[in-house]
């Protein structure tokens, strides 16, 4: 069995956490592990991705090669998340954003969309009131979600940072101190001091508490998107 056989038997019968391992491996073996990589994303589901076919897609389009470029062009021309909205709002530039791991770029442009999502008055401050959170559809919180969650390796997303906060019995001192928003009492310093790649801290970004407080990170971790199926 010659090496890329031997690469893609080990890449198609591992865990997801070694998949991860051998993504970087199978770029660097040029198109017949891209081939692989492809097929593989051919066959996961654009409606609920895994971490694996995020770091596969991230990896491919970082390549920048002729090669790999043609391969997306051809099977993967709508990316691999499907961008769903209840309020026709585009996320293309969020996805491009997040694939290109600029996360800080990607933060900002979120608070932007969730503003968009809850109406004129939040669009006009820059800024969430807790109030406006139920306005904001469970499609479009679940797609901005996903997001975060496929490109991240599953560290950055609304759904992993609410998953924290029920580990910690709803105790937001914990979970600041938990997710590096906060070192002792000292809250951490935008933008300097926060952490804009995975050595962050699992659940560090999104950012939503730049008020200060709890309610409105309070209304979206107990928004009903959570508890459906969309």
């Known amino acids: 069995m010659d090496d890329i056989s031997q690469l893609a038997t080990q890449f198609n019968s591992s865990s997801d956490k070694d ?3 051998l993504v970087p491996k199978l770029i660097d073996s040029g198109n017949s592990g ?15 991705p895994n971490l694996v076919a995020g770091k596969v897609y991230q990896e491919l389009i970082a390549a920048q090669t002729t090669g790999t470029q043609e391969l997306v062009e051809k099977y993967l021309k709508n990316g691999i998340v499907t961008l769903k909205s209840a309020a026709d709002i585009d996320y293309q530039t969020l996805e491009k954003l997040l694939i290109q791991k600029d996360f800080q770029a990607a933060d900002s442009l979120t608070r ?8 004129s008055d939040a669009i006009a401050r820059k800024w969430l009131y807790f109030t ?6 469970g499609t479009d919180l679940q797609t901005i979600d996903r997001l975060w969650w496929v490109y991240s390796e599953g560290k950055f997303g609304f759904a992993v940072q609410r998953k924290l906060w029920l580990g910690v019995g709803k105790d937001f001192s914990q979970l600041w101190q938990k997710i590096g928003w906060k070192n002792d009492n000292n809250w ?7 952490t804009w790649d995975l050595n962050a801290p699992t659940g560090h970004l999104p950012l939503l508490n730049q008020l200060r407080g709890v309610r409105v990170i ?3 971790f107990s928004h009903p998107v959570w508890s459906q199926n969309l």
């Open 188 to 194: 951490t310093r935008y933008p300097q001091e926060f």
């Open 112 to 119: 932007a969309k969730l503003c968009e999502l809850a109406g």
């Open 132 to 137: 406006e959170v139920d306005k904001i559809p």
């Open 34 to 48: 891209w081939e692989i990589l492809i097929e593989f994303l051919k066959s996961s589901s654009s409606e609920s």
């Open 19 to 21: 998949k991860l391992k």
């Open 218 to 220: 309070t209304s979206l």
